[in-house]
């Protein structure tokens, strides 16, 4: 039959039950307004920017960093390539070793997604799966920028000091490595294991642009050609 293409959601869903990561801890508090006679409902969300699946900007460790408003989306969209690293347990590192090993070639605009199964396996088991996920070595991350990555995207915590509580602002070395390279970073995302490994895929991550904002809730999804 002729190929059909497929949306593969690559975003978690979050609710009341929804915490943020440990560095602050927030849970989702969804409040809804209502107006009779009949049904109307207006709802207002308050939640940390970095819950759930979401893309990270220049601006969440660098003061002059750019925005969520200073961003195109043609920088977070484009062919991706999953580097499948399944076979690490919890608390283990992604390391420059291990990528060079197992990643297909990246090239330049590529988005590199490394694909863990975490968020499939533990999400909504909080605190274990932030304590618990595992993570990435910003050599890794700086080192996926360096072969042409312009989005780096994790479906696990990648940031092994985010999950202590008394981390400074110079212990986000992941987010560093990539952002200060000008790259993207995208965390939480799910799904991965849908998508096939070591071959260019069509990627979208969609988010809100908001003014100031170093960070924002995000829609990621990729298309995949099937036969009917």
Request: hydrophobic share 40%.
């Amino acid at each position: 039959g002729e190929p059909v293409t497929r949306i593969v959601d690559l975003t978690l869903k979050i609710g009341e039950d929804t915490l943020s990561p440990p560095s602050v801890n927030k849970r989702l508090e969804l409040t809804s307004h209502h107006r009779g006679p009949g049904f109307w409902q207006a709802s207002e969300i308050n939640m940390l920017l970095h819950t759930g699946s979401h893309v990270d900007f220049g601006r969440h460790c660098a003061a002059d960093g750019e925005t969520a408003a200073d961003v195109s989306l043609d920088r977070t969209c484009g062919p991706a390539i999953v580097i499948d690293l399944t076979f690490l347990g919890e608390d283990e590192p992604i390391t420059v070793d291990l990528l060079e090993q197992h990643a297909s070639p990246i090239q330049q605009g590529d988005v590199a997604l490394c694909r863990t199964d975490w968020t499939e396996k533990a999400w909504g088991r909080f605190p274990d799966y932030y304590m618990r996920s595992p993570y990435c070595e910003p050599e890794a991350a700086g080192w996926l920028v360096e072969q042409g990555a312009k989005v780096v995207g994790f479906d696990c915590f990648s940031e092994r000091s985010a999950r202590e509580p008394d981390f400074t602002s110079e212990d986000f070395v992941v987010h560093k490595a990539i952002l200060d390279r000008g790259a993207i970073l995208i965390q939480q995302l799910t799904g991965l294991s849908q998508l096939p490994v070591g071959v260019r895929v069509p990627f979208f991550a969609g988010f809100v642009p908001i003014r100031g904002a170093e960070g924002s809730p995000g829609r990621m999804f990729a298309l995949i050609e099937e036969e009917e």
